[in-house]
């Protein structure tokens, strides 16, 4: 099959329910998808355009390829990651779901609301850059997170996190909070928080809740406002630099063996 959205610069409906293993283009405008898929062969979104999945559910295939400087859009359906799949593309979640038993490498992120769940991993590369920015809310449960780039955090949008989700910070990476981001226990298995990269609050001036059970052997550097780890934290390396504000943690704090920049450790329940 073999479709070319170019006519039109507003927004277009595309109501079948797409199996394709040809080629799909979308040149100007927006189209959105809304009966679920396969999606199977090339697509592709040019500069400007937006490819929408927005109703029902869309699954990979082995074919698969994202292309094009345009913008790949979950913002109502749901995307579910059947086949791995590795995309250079810009791919946005808005509102569905991202989910799927298979992991999602993605050098372009913009996660603006909606939920992210299942078993394989969402994976941002070296080089990668992530934007978490104000919507609707935000949710993660199951999946794990594999950072290796660079995600930047200024939504002060809830998101709920639970259900054994895991956050691995790798080495090199950053997850800069540049905002008084709110992150809330969900319910389930507290979600891991594995840092050996860079932790950063470089925005905001009161506290952020960030509620995950952190371990930590890379960096935390608390440059703006508060920090409250509110599911516990743990060093067993690396260093916490306190630049302002302080730190807390519930329901314990523990560090060994801190390189910190500023000789000094405060800890008190997290606030409510």
């Known amino acids: 099959m073999g479709e070319d959205e170019s006519g039109g610069a507003t927004t277009g409906v595309f109501n079948w329910n797409v199996v394709n293993s040809g080629s799909f283009q979308v040149n100007i405008g927006t189209l959105q998808l809304q009966q679920g898929g396969t999606l199977g062969g090339g697509w592709t979104a040019d500069t400007g355009a937006t490819l929408g999945f927005t109703v029902g559910t869309f699954s990979t295939h082995a074919s698969t390829t994202f292309a094009g400087a345009g913008r790949f859009l979950i913002n109502g359906g749901t995307y579910n990651v ?36 299942g078993a394989g991993k969402l994976v941002f590369p070296a080089g990668a850059a992530v934007d978490v920015v104000n919507g609707g809310q935000h949710n993660l449960r199951d999946r794990t997170i594999v950072n290796a780039g660079t995600v930047n955090w200024p939504s002060e949008t809830a998101t709920y996190v639970g259900f054994g989700t895991v956050w691995q910070n790798e080495v090199g990476s950053v997850l800069d909070l540049k905002a008084d981001v709110q992150i809330y226990f969900w319910g389930g298995l507290s979600g891991s928080f594995l840092n050996t990269g860079t932790v950063k609050k470089s925005g905001g001036a009161t506290t952020d809740v960030f509620n995950w059970n952190v371990l930590n052997s890379g960096t ?30 519930d329901p314990c704090c523990s560090i060994s063996a801190v390189a910190a920049s500023r000789a000094r450790a405060k800890s008190r329940p997290a606030p409510l």
């Open 220 to 249: 935390v550097c608390l440059q703006k406002g508060d920090l409250s780890f509110a599911q516990g934290f743990v060093q067993t390396a690396g260093k916490t630099e306190l630049v302002g504000g302080i730190t807390a943690a």
């Open 82 to 117: 059947a086949v791995p799949q590795t995309t250079p593309v810009l791919l946005e979640l808005s509102a569905g779901i991202l989910q799927g038993t298979s992991d999602l490498t993605v050098s372009r992120f913009v996660w603006s609301g909606g939920q992210i769940e």
